[in-house]
Nanobody, 115 residues
Framework: QVQLVESGGGLVQAGGSLRLSCAASGSIFSVNGMGWYRQAPGKQREFVAYIINGGRANYADSVKGRFTISRDSAKNTVYLQMNSLKPEDTAVYYC?????????WGQGTQVTVSS
């Protein structure tokens, strides 16, 4: 079993920055990648960013140029640096890890961007 613990969410004004962290622990073998998704009230969960084992990252068009995903493989931790935040970025942000045995999710961390 794999556990994920997110941190770093909070309330920020538009134009501000936040850095999310997600630490994975447990039976972690053959990590394929780690990523971030978000879910705004009344909307479906959507992809934000993903980083594969080799370090290549993919981003949703809505966050390209503003968000940066990075990973510390030794610590099994993934980060999401969020700059130039907009009110439409307000959501619960979820971390995901994909391993050989499947995928696991964190409990989510709230990000609220005020206008």
């Amino acid at each position: 079993q794999v556990q994920l613990v997110e941190s770093g969410g909070g309330l920020v004004q538009a134009g501000g920055s936040l850095r999310l962290s997600c630490a994975a622990s447990g039976s972690i073998f053959s990590v394929n990648g780690m990523g971030w998704y978000r879910q705004a009230p009344g909307k479906q969960r959507e992809f934000v960013a993903y980083i594969i084992n080799g370090g290549r990252a993919n981003y949703a068009d809505s966050v390209k140029g503003r968000f940066t995903i990075s990973r510390d493989s030794a610590k099994n931790t993934v980060y999401l640096q969020m700059n130039s935040l907009k009110p439409e970025d307000t959501a619960v942000y979820y971390c995901q890890i994909v391993v050989s045995g499947g995928s696991f999710w964190g409990q989510g961390t709230q990000v609220t961007v005020s206008s």
